[in-house]
């Protein structure tokens, strides 16, 4: 299973949220810095979250997420504030490895499938964001329906991977909710990553029994709870 430390970057700065409330951010510093420390201690790519994007400043931070991504050659996936067809082809064109559609997947569910048949499915994930069952979109603001259902959904447009969020845990530190993530996985065909409440080692495990194809690390990890080299220890474990 892979992990992917989060880079969650507002205002220039590198932050962690409590379930997606900008007021409740934690300041880290330099976004960049961390990415590379991250990378330097074997993180098997990133995952960088334009917060302001997702606030509808789409293209604050843009100039430093290129930067960033010009200079390393790690794997990158990327999402926020990514609203059309030309956004995601942008990043892409600039080397980001794989974008994440989450409210423009609900408003405008062709997209992936325009995407993906322009770049390939590898390219293109689906962010499934989901608070009690349902999708959130705009910012985790307004729910749109059944995650499990959206999910289909997204596969049969060609989504290759997908990244589920459990809004009701995210930034908690207090572990992950399994069920819902177990109920996913024994549907999605696709690689599943999953986001929200990764709070030590046995999280980690418990989705690499339940199958999941990777695991995105914030809170717990920026906050010292857990150490990254004790999560790829065991993620990598059985390879």
């Given amino acids: 299973m892979e992990i992917y430390p989060a880079v969650d970057i507002l205002d220039g700065r590198c932050v962690q949220l409590v379930q997606g409330r900008p007021e409740a951010a934690t300041v880290y510093g330099e976004p960049a810095a961390w990415g590379r420390r991250w990378l330097e201690e074997g993180a098997d790519g990133l995952h960088i979250v334009n917060l302001d994007g997702a606030f509808g400043r789409a293209q604050k931070n843009a100039d430093l997420i290129r930067a960033f991504i010009r200079e390393t050659n790690a794997f990158v996936e990327l999402g ?3 609203r ?16 994440i559609l989450s409210t423009l997947a609900v408003r405008e569910p062709e997209t ?3 995407l993906a048949d322009e770049f390939g499915s590898a390219r293109v994930m ?11 979109i705009e910012g985790w603001e307004q729910p ?5 259902a959206w999910a289909e959904r997204f596969e049969e447009l060609g989504a290759g991977s997908l990244l589920y969020t459990n809004v009701d845990v995210e930034g908690l530190q207090k572990g992950i909710a399994l069920g819902p993530v177990a109920d996913l996985l024994a549907r999605a065909k696709v690689p599943v990553v999953v986001s929200g409440g990764i709070s030590g080692v ?13 695991a995105v690390l914030g809170s717990a990890l920026y906050a010292g709870k857990v150490r ?3 999560v790829l220890g065991a993620a990598h474990a059985e390879e």
């Fill in 80 to 82: 926020g504030g990514i």
């Fill in 84 to 99: 059309s067809v030309e956004d995601a082809a942008g990043w892409l064109d600039v080397g980001v490895d794989r974008v």
């Fill in 112 to 114: 992936i499938r325009t």
């Fill in 126 to 136: 689906a962010g499934i964001d989901a608070r009690g069952g349902e999708v959130m």
């Fill in 144 to 148: 749109a329906g059944s995650y499990l």
């Fill in 202 to 214: 046995e999280d980690v495990c418990a989705l690499q029994d339940a199958g999941a194809a990777g």
């Fill in 228 to 230: 990254l080299s004790d």
